[in-house]
């Protein structure tokens, strides 16, 4: 008789890889980035980070992830504690309210609030199939609205911080659980109409009475999107950045002008070329060629969990995946679309690469997680 495997033998090393792999595209770029300015100051606290959060997924190996069941209110909680405490006594850097000081250590709460909310509405999805005993459209418009209920209160707590581009995180976050949740096509139908209602009727406000459209949308809001729409004629203020990134990732080619070499990025042309607009470097110092091998990577991760969360026995441990893979395939895209100008500029980092504690921590947590999903994923000859 086989011996039966081990924890440690059944974790997805293959997985792993992939997030050491972009650990050090990471870090290779934070040093272009930084290095020559700062004394490496920056690609060290990046490396303690993802030491940190290697620990992190260690420490949540142990744990059977199905307890999260019984955390998913406590931790939700927590994170609406956090965000308020944010509101009130929140440290203001560049114009926004985001963070709490920890020392030297800047904690962002709105990073980990994706994370409790993807448990939290995982386990109202699994609740609502474990007690449905026969499918309605009034018990699918319940569950909705029960989910709404529990994200608003987050959404408009980041919204007004301001930090649009985590709140629209959350939005995907809750559209992918509920379409991979089985609720009602019409429902979800209806759902997509009312959004795009809205965002239509947000475009005629704005033609027809900007004194009430202005209560809707901020004015650095509409800024970013007079630099999206129209950068050149923007190239003072609202299209800058834009600008300066398009340069920057043309010039690189096809092979890119070399590590450090990228004249837009080791100019300081290029603000937040470390956060945010990390991937103009990596266009730019690496080309097309190194842009392409960072996407893949980023296929192969979401192809993998992806994998993870259809094998998955448990409708728990589906459903959070699948929260996970909406969290992080939107922010890659936004990141990546902002940067080249298919998108509004949002201030959402590129996951796993660009230079930042909270967010990194948060996907190396989610990361944490699905590896604890895996290993604890039984196989039957007759499943």
Partial sequence: MEKEKSYLQQIDYGLVFIIFILAIISLVSV????????????VKKQLMFYVLGFILIGVILLIDYRRLKELSLPLYGIGIALLIF?????????GAQRWILIGSFKLQPSEFMKIFLVIL???????????MEEKSFQQDLVLTGKIAAFSILPFFLILKQPDLGTALVLICIVATM??????SWRLLFLLTIMGILLLAGLVVLYF????????????????????????EAHSDLFGYQLLQALLAIGSGQLTGKGLTQGSQAQGGWIPEVHTDFIFAIIGEEFGFIGASILI???FILIYRLVQIALTCNDVFGSYIVAGIIGMLVFQIFQNIAMTIGLMPITGLALPFIS???????????????VLNISMRTKTYMFD
């Fill in 31 to 42: 040093y272009s980035a930084t290095g020559a300015t700062d004394s490496l100051s920056f």
């Fill in 86 to 94: 944010v509101e009130f006594f929140g440290n203001i850097t560049n």
């Fill in 121 to 131: 509405i995982a386990h109202f999805l699994t609740k609502f199939q474990e007690t």
């Fill in 178 to 183: 509920l379409l991979v949740g089985g609720i």
């Fill in 208 to 231: 027809v009475n900007f004194d009430l459209f202005s209560k809707f949308v901020e004015n650095h809001q509409m800024a970013r999107i007079y630099g999206w729409l129209d950068p």
């Fill in 296 to 298: 893949s990577v980023y």
């Fill in 355 to 369: 230079y930042g504690g909270s967010a990194l921590l948060t996907n190396m947590i989610a990361i944490g997680i």
